[in-house]
């Protein structure tokens, strides 16, 4: 269990990375290509439904090829995609590479959270913590070596160094024995027989009140990783608007967010755990809520990035602690539900920042700013429901 939450961990070091790597050098980028932020959000928008489809695909190449093959084709697919991103095809390309990446990525992600929520019965968002903390650490990293990148004209190598780490997560995966474990990891379900979309959905396992709570969920979900990825790949350009910082210095605005994440999740399972998921949840979204109505009100760089840290601090363990909160509150559901809210994530965070690019083109930066405050205070109405109903 040990070898496979640090493989795990390595992995999700790698989502990490791929994440934000985007992102971090998304104003240069546009400007090399000469594209406005609307066509950053599509690209953004590109990727993460591929990082949808990933996540939907995945049971059905898990019976196929078993979990870790499963994995194995994730990781491939993610190495060869950011590769290509290096190369700087033309914009076109530029989606369908994105489609890809998103795909790998998304299906890591799905396969190992469910893993770990249906392996782990005790102390669950302590080991999804550790899980989200790795994270953490590949999307604060990332944005602290675009940044000298950016500054000598190199910036393209970023892609690059996501694709090295994917090929050692690949090799680990690959090479790595699980012991008791490696026969789940291996194992191939037989196929369901063919039915239609009404069978299919009656023999979802929810029943009464869940069927309530899990669309509760959903729409947590697709808002919050909407907001945390409009967040992290428009930071920097909401920077150099607000502020007038410069592309290399902006891009290290991601890092401060993911830094405080990376510290918040070292603690924040520890903290569910003995004060309960609800209260956590309830919590932490009253305080994005404020820090994002704080944020349009700073004139400095050091109030504005004191902000950022705090958000990201009260941000840290949302998404882990509400994975494992919706999957106690739906007993019996462990197998399905994890994918099911990482997918509704996956929408969110195709839509949102789509959203937030068009926001960032055709209205005033205050508008964008308010834009992302209502979406902490719908997640915060959610959570508050999500405490009655639960």
Known sequence: MKKLIWIGCLSYFVIGLAHVVLGSILPVLLQHYDRSYSAGGELIF???????????VSPLLNRR????????IATGLLLVAETAYAFLPPWGWMYVIAVAAGFGFGMIEAVIGTIIIAAVTEGTA?????????????ALLMPLIA????????WRLAFLIVAAFSLISLLFWAKGGFGKLQA??????????????????????YKGKQWVLLGLFIVFFFLYVGTEMSLVNFMPAIFIAKLGM???SAALTVTFFWLAMSAGRLFAGSIAERF?????VLVSCFAALLLLIIFPFTE???????VILLLGLFMSGLFSIALVFSSKLLPGAEESTPSIMIASGGIGGAVLPLLTGWSMDHLQLAQTSALLAALAGALFLLSVAAWKIG
Request: glycine letters at 12%.
């Open 147 to 154: 940044s000298p990148l950016i500054a000598a004209g190199y």
């Open 65 to 72: 090829f078993g979990k870790r093959g499963g994995i194995l």
């Open 300 to 306: 400095h760089r050091i109030a504005a990035f004191a």
């Open 46 to 56: 590109s990727q993460f439904a591929g990082f949808l489809a990933g996540v939907l």
């Open 276 to 280: 309960s998921y609800r209260l956590y």
């Open 184 to 205: 789940v990891l291996d194992e191939r379900p037989p196929r369901q027989a063919a039915g239609s979309i009404r069978t299919r959905f009656s023999q979802l396992p």
């Open 126 to 138: 302590i080991a999804m913590s550790r899980l989200e903390v790795l994270f953490g650490v590949g």
């Open 246 to 248: 410069s592309e290399a």
